[in-house]
Protein backbone atom coordinates (compact mmCIF):
# COMPACT_ATOMS: atom_id res chain seq x y z
CA UNK A 1 0.00 0.00 0.00
CA UNK A 2 1.32 3.11 -1.23
CA UNK A 3 2.08 5.53 2.49
CA UNK A 4 0.86 8.66 0.14
CA UNK A 5 -2.88 8.00 0.81
CA UNK A 6 -5.14 9.97 2.34
CA UNK A 7 -6.66 9.14 5.71
CA UNK A 8 -10.39 9.43 3.49
CA UNK A 9 -8.82 7.26 0.78
CA UNK A 10 -7.73 4.43 3.76
CA UNK A 11 -11.00 4.85 4.85
CA UNK A 12 -12.55 4.12 0.83
CA UNK A 13 -10.71 1.47 0.27
CA UNK A 14 -11.70 -2.12 1.36
CA UNK A 15 -10.82 -2.78 4.73
CA UNK A 16 -8.59 -5.29 4.16
CA UNK A 17 -5.47 -3.70 2.99
CA UNK A 18 -5.94 -1.19 4.80
CA UNK A 19 -5.33 -3.39 8.23
CA UNK A 20 -2.82 -5.29 6.46
CA UNK A 21 -1.00 -2.34 5.91
CA UNK A 22 -0.96 -1.24 9.83
CA UNK A 23 -0.42 -4.73 10.64
CA UNK A 24 3.29 -2.67 9.96
CA UNK A 25 2.57 -0.66 12.99
CA UNK A 26 1.20 -3.56 15.08
CA UNK A 27 4.60 -5.34 15.01
CA UNK A 28 6.23 -2.40 16.16
CA UNK A 29 3.85 -1.89 19.26
CA UNK A 30 4.12 -5.70 20.39
CA UNK A 31 8.33 -4.77 20.82
CA UNK A 32 7.62 -2.77 23.80
CA UNK A 33 8.50 -3.72 27.66
CA UNK A 34 5.79 -4.97 29.80
CA UNK A 35 5.64 -6.03 33.55
CA UNK A 36 7.50 -9.44 33.95
CA UNK A 37 7.09 -9.61 29.73
CA UNK A 38 3.76 -10.65 29.77
CA UNK A 39 2.63 -8.57 26.77
CA UNK A 40 -1.22 -7.33 28.36
CA UNK A 41 -2.30 -6.01 25.08
CA UNK A 42 -4.38 -6.74 22.51
CA UNK A 43 -5.31 -4.35 19.21
CA UNK A 44 -8.08 -4.08 17.56
CA UNK A 45 -8.04 -3.02 13.31
CA UNK A 46 -10.10 -0.53 12.01
CA UNK A 47 -10.11 1.23 8.43
CA UNK A 48 -7.23 3.88 9.51
CA UNK A 49 -7.42 3.21 12.92
CA UNK A 50 -6.30 0.87 15.78
CA UNK A 51 -7.96 0.83 19.10
CA UNK A 52 -5.17 -0.35 21.77
CA UNK A 53 -7.03 -3.19 24.41
CA UNK A 54 -5.93 -4.01 27.77
CA UNK A 55 -5.52 -7.97 27.79
CA UNK A 56 -6.91 -8.98 31.37
CA UNK A 57 -6.10 -12.55 30.89
CA UNK A 58 -2.53 -11.45 31.41
CA UNK A 59 -2.79 -9.49 34.10
CA UNK A 60 -1.02 -9.92 37.46
CA UNK A 61 -3.31 -9.57 40.46
CA UNK A 62 -0.88 -10.18 42.73
CA UNK A 63 1.92 -8.20 41.20
CA UNK A 64 -0.23 -5.53 39.62
CA UNK A 65 -3.33 -5.31 41.92
CA UNK A 66 -4.61 -1.87 40.83
CA UNK A 67 -3.26 -2.33 36.89
CA UNK A 68 -0.65 0.22 37.05
CA UNK A 69 1.67 -2.35 35.00
CA UNK A 70 -0.76 -3.21 32.65
CA UNK A 71 -1.86 0.17 31.67
CA UNK A 72 1.84 1.34 31.63
CA UNK A 73 2.67 -1.60 29.38
CA UNK A 74 -0.07 -0.78 27.00
CA UNK A 75 0.79 3.02 27.09
CA UNK A 76 4.72 1.56 25.85
CA UNK A 77 3.01 -0.49 23.18
CA UNK A 78 0.81 2.52 22.21
CA UNK A 79 3.67 4.88 21.95
CA UNK A 80 5.12 2.37 19.29
CA UNK A 81 2.12 1.84 17.90
CA UNK A 82 2.11 5.75 17.07
CA UNK A 83 5.76 5.77 15.76
CA UNK A 84 4.59 3.22 13.53
CA UNK A 85 1.50 4.97 11.84
CA UNK A 86 4.05 7.93 11.49
CA UNK A 87 6.90 5.87 9.61
CA UNK A 88 4.02 4.80 7.31
CA UNK A 89 3.30 8.35 6.25
CA UNK A 90 0.37 9.74 8.09
CA UNK A 91 -0.19 11.54 11.53
CA UNK A 92 -0.87 9.14 14.45
CA UNK A 93 -4.07 11.25 16.05
CA UNK A 94 -4.26 9.51 19.78
CA UNK A 95 -6.83 9.26 22.07
CA UNK A 96 -6.72 7.58 25.11
CA UNK A 97 -9.66 6.23 27.24
CA UNK A 98 -12.06 6.93 24.59
CA UNK A 99 -14.95 5.51 25.62
CA UNK A 100 -16.08 4.92 29.38
CA UNK A 101 -18.52 2.46 28.32
CA UNK A 102 -15.71 -0.20 26.92
CA UNK A 103 -13.13 0.44 29.93
CA UNK A 104 -10.91 -2.43 28.23
CA UNK A 105 -9.65 0.16 25.58
CA UNK A 106 -7.04 2.11 26.57
CA UNK A 107 -6.59 4.23 23.67
CA UNK A 108 -7.50 5.14 20.10
CA UNK A 109 -5.02 5.92 17.34
CA UNK A 110 -5.96 7.14 13.70
CA UNK A 111 -3.88 7.15 10.68
CA UNK A 112 -4.68 11.12 9.99
CA UNK A 113 -3.39 13.48 7.47
CA UNK A 114 -0.20 12.70 4.86
CA UNK A 115 2.78 14.14 6.65
CA UNK A 116 6.43 12.66 6.47
CA UNK A 117 7.67 11.00 9.93
CA UNK A 118 9.99 13.63 11.69
CA UNK A 119 13.78 13.39 11.85
CA UNK A 120 13.01 12.49 15.92
CA UNK A 121 10.25 10.26 15.11
CA UNK A 122 12.33 8.12 12.64
CA UNK A 123 15.22 7.82 14.79
CA UNK A 124 12.80 6.64 17.85
CA UNK A 125 11.04 4.11 15.42
CA UNK A 126 15.06 2.81 13.95
CA UNK A 127 15.96 2.33 17.55
CA UNK A 128 12.84 0.06 18.79
CA UNK A 129 14.16 -3.48 17.63
CA UNK A 130 17.14 -2.52 19.20
CA UNK A 131 15.88 -1.52 23.01
CA UNK A 132 16.48 -4.01 25.38
CA UNK A 133 16.31 -4.21 29.26
CA UNK A 134 19.61 -5.04 31.47
CA UNK A 135 19.86 -7.57 33.73
CA UNK A 136 23.08 -7.35 34.41
CA UNK A 137 26.13 -5.21 35.90
CA UNK A 138 26.39 -1.76 34.62
CA UNK A 139 29.89 -0.72 33.84
CA UNK A 140 31.44 2.54 35.53
CA UNK A 141 31.65 4.58 32.37
CA UNK A 142 29.23 7.98 33.75
CA UNK A 143 26.33 9.03 31.15
CA UNK A 144 27.09 12.32 30.23
CA UNK A 145 24.88 15.36 30.81
CA UNK A 146 23.60 15.84 27.10
CA UNK A 147 21.93 12.11 27.32
CA UNK A 148 20.56 12.76 30.80
CA UNK A 149 18.93 16.04 29.62
CA UNK A 150 17.96 14.21 26.55
CA UNK A 151 15.91 11.33 28.59
CA UNK A 152 14.19 13.87 31.19
CA UNK A 153 13.24 15.94 27.77
CA UNK A 154 11.57 12.68 26.71
CA UNK A 155 9.69 11.99 29.50
CA UNK A 156 8.22 15.57 29.33
CA UNK A 157 7.60 15.39 25.70
CA UNK A 158 4.79 12.79 26.67
CA UNK A 159 2.92 15.00 29.56
CA UNK A 160 5.22 13.35 32.88
CA UNK A 161 8.45 14.05 34.90
CA UNK A 162 11.34 12.47 35.52
CA UNK A 163 13.68 12.99 38.99
CA UNK A 164 17.31 11.74 38.60
CA UNK A 165 18.11 10.63 42.22
CA UNK A 166 21.61 12.80 43.14
CA UNK A 167 24.14 11.40 45.27
CA UNK A 168 24.90 7.94 46.92
CA UNK A 169 22.12 8.53 50.03
CA UNK A 170 19.34 9.06 47.79
CA UNK A 171 20.24 6.25 45.56
CA UNK A 172 20.42 4.15 48.22
CA UNK A 173 17.58 4.75 49.68
CA UNK A 174 15.58 3.88 46.66
CA UNK A 175 17.91 0.75 46.38
CA UNK A 176 16.42 0.11 49.92
CA UNK A 177 12.78 0.88 48.78
CA UNK A 178 13.02 -1.96 46.27
CA UNK A 179 14.44 -4.45 48.30
CA UNK A 180 11.41 -3.44 51.13
CA UNK A 181 9.02 -3.69 48.30
CA UNK A 182 10.82 -7.05 46.91
CA UNK A 183 10.66 -8.34 50.48
CA UNK A 184 6.97 -7.95 51.21
CA UNK A 185 5.44 -8.96 48.03
CA UNK A 186 7.81 -12.37 48.45
CA UNK A 187 5.48 -13.27 51.44
CA UNK A 188 2.90 -13.51 49.39
CA UNK A 189 1.83 -16.94 47.97
CA UNK A 190 0.01 -15.46 45.27
CA UNK A 191 2.61 -13.50 43.92
CA UNK A 192 5.31 -16.16 43.90
CA UNK A 193 3.12 -18.61 41.74
CA UNK A 194 2.60 -15.46 38.96
CA UNK A 195 7.05 -15.74 39.67
CA UNK A 196 6.44 -19.02 38.57
CA UNK A 197 3.67 -18.94 35.84
CA UNK A 198 5.66 -15.40 34.57
CA UNK A 199 9.18 -16.27 34.71
CA UNK A 200 11.39 -13.19 33.53
CA UNK A 201 14.98 -12.23 34.29
CA UNK A 202 14.95 -8.63 36.61
CA UNK A 203 18.28 -7.02 37.69
CA UNK A 204 19.40 -7.06 41.41
CA UNK A 205 18.26 -4.07 43.31
CA UNK A 206 22.11 -3.80 44.43
CA UNK A 207 22.88 -2.47 40.65
CA UNK A 208 20.93 0.55 41.92
CA UNK A 209 24.29 1.43 43.87
CA UNK A 210 26.87 -0.51 41.48
CA UNK A 211 29.93 0.13 39.57
CA UNK A 212 32.72 2.73 39.32
CA UNK A 213 30.49 5.70 37.77
CA UNK A 214 28.30 8.01 38.71
CA UNK A 215 24.73 5.78 38.50
CA UNK A 216 21.89 7.91 36.64
CA UNK A 217 19.52 6.52 38.77
CA UNK A 218 15.87 7.93 37.99
CA UNK A 219 12.04 8.16 38.60
CA UNK A 220 9.31 8.52 36.29
CA UNK A 221 6.34 10.28 37.47
CA UNK A 222 2.71 11.77 36.42
CA UNK A 223 1.04 14.61 38.01
CA UNK A 224 -2.63 12.41 38.52
CA UNK A 225 -2.86 8.95 39.67
CA UNK A 226 -6.03 7.77 37.37
CA UNK A 227 -5.64 5.27 35.07
CA UNK A 228 -5.49 7.60 32.30
CA UNK A 229 -2.02 9.08 33.63
CA UNK A 230 -0.84 5.29 33.58
CA UNK A 231 -1.35 5.12 29.90
CA UNK A 232 0.92 7.84 29.72
CA UNK A 233 3.64 7.13 32.25
CA UNK A 234 4.34 4.27 29.59
CA UNK A 235 4.27 6.19 26.78
CA UNK A 236 6.80 8.61 28.43
CA UNK A 237 8.61 5.57 29.50
CA UNK A 238 9.09 4.05 26.18
CA UNK A 239 10.01 7.42 24.63
CA UNK A 240 12.67 7.51 27.76
CA UNK A 241 14.33 3.95 26.95
CA UNK A 242 14.25 4.51 23.26
CA UNK A 243 16.17 7.58 23.84
CA UNK A 244 18.81 5.82 26.18
CA UNK A 245 18.84 3.20 23.25
CA UNK A 246 19.50 5.48 20.58
CA UNK A 247 22.50 6.92 22.93
CA UNK A 248 23.90 3.52 23.28
CA UNK A 249 22.88 3.14 27.31
CA UNK A 250 20.85 0.47 28.22
CA UNK A 251 18.43 0.71 31.04
CA UNK A 252 16.98 -1.62 33.81
CA UNK A 253 13.46 -1.18 35.48
CA UNK A 254 12.49 -1.61 38.96
CA UNK A 255 8.35 -1.61 39.50
CA UNK A 256 8.22 -3.13 42.75
CA UNK A 257 8.12 0.51 44.97
CA UNK A 258 4.97 1.09 42.62
CA UNK A 259 3.17 -2.40 43.37
CA UNK A 260 3.44 -1.91 47.35
CA UNK A 261 1.18 1.02 48.28
CA UNK A 262 3.29 1.76 51.09
CA UNK A 263 6.62 2.12 49.59
CA UNK A 264 5.21 3.94 46.87
CA UNK A 265 3.85 6.59 49.12
CA UNK A 266 7.49 6.77 50.55
CA UNK A 267 8.79 7.10 47.16
CA UNK A 268 6.73 10.32 47.03
CA UNK A 269 7.38 12.10 50.06
CA UNK A 270 10.72 11.42 49.17
CA UNK A 271 10.72 13.23 46.18
CA UNK A 272 8.20 15.95 48.09
CA UNK A 273 6.75 15.48 44.64
CA UNK A 274 2.74 16.33 44.32
CA UNK A 275 3.03 13.68 41.67
CA UNK A 276 3.16 10.02 41.46
CA UNK A 277 5.70 7.84 40.87
CA UNK A 278 5.32 5.10 38.17
CA UNK A 279 8.69 3.57 37.71
CA UNK A 280 12.13 3.48 38.91
CA UNK A 281 14.36 3.29 36.08
CA UNK A 282 18.36 2.79 35.81
CA UNK A 283 20.51 3.83 32.73
CA UNK A 284 23.57 3.45 31.73
CA UNK A 285 26.31 2.09 29.62
CA UNK A 286 26.38 -1.90 29.75
CA UNK A 287 25.77 -5.17 27.88
CA UNK A 288 22.36 -5.49 26.80
CA UNK A 289 20.30 -8.80 27.34
CA UNK A 290 19.22 -10.55 24.17
CA UNK A 291 15.87 -10.50 22.62
CA UNK A 292 12.99 -11.68 24.77
CA UNK A 293 10.23 -13.73 22.57
CA UNK A 294 6.84 -12.44 21.46
CA UNK A 295 3.84 -12.96 21.40
CA UNK A 296 2.52 -13.86 17.60
CA UNK A 297 0.31 -11.08 15.91
CA UNK A 298 -2.26 -13.34 15.24
CA UNK A 299 -2.51 -13.51 18.99
CA UNK A 300 -3.22 -10.28 19.32
CA UNK A 301 -4.83 -8.39 16.41
CA UNK A 302 -8.51 -8.79 16.66
CA UNK A 303 -10.43 -7.16 13.43
CA UNK A 304 -12.72 -5.03 13.49
CA UNK A 305 -16.37 -6.38 12.33
CA UNK A 306 -17.65 -3.29 10.81
CA UNK A 307 -15.55 -0.51 9.48
CA UNK A 308 -14.83 2.97 9.92
CA UNK A 309 -16.53 5.34 7.05
CA UNK A 310 -14.53 7.96 8.32
CA UNK A 311 -10.43 7.76 9.87
CA UNK A 312 -10.73 11.32 10.71
Known sequence: ????????????????????????????????PSIRNTQPWLFRLHDGRVDVLGDRRRRLPAADPHGIGLRMSCGAALFNLRLGIAHLGFEPETTILPDPAEPTVLATVVAGREQRASPTEAALYDAIPRRRSNHHPFLGR?????????????AEAEGCWLDF????????MAAQLVRSAEHVL???EAYLTELIRWPHPSADPAELVAGDGDPVVGVLGTDGDLPYHDVMAGQALQRML?????AGLAASLFFQPIEVTPAREELRAGLRRRGWPSMLVRAGYGVPAPPTPRRELREVVIMARTTVKSAR
Open 1 to 32: MSVHASARELAERPSRPVRAALHDAVEAAVLA
Open 142 to 154: PVPLPVRTAVREA
Open 186 to 188: NRE
Open 165 to 172: LVGPAAVA
Open 242 to 246: LTTTM
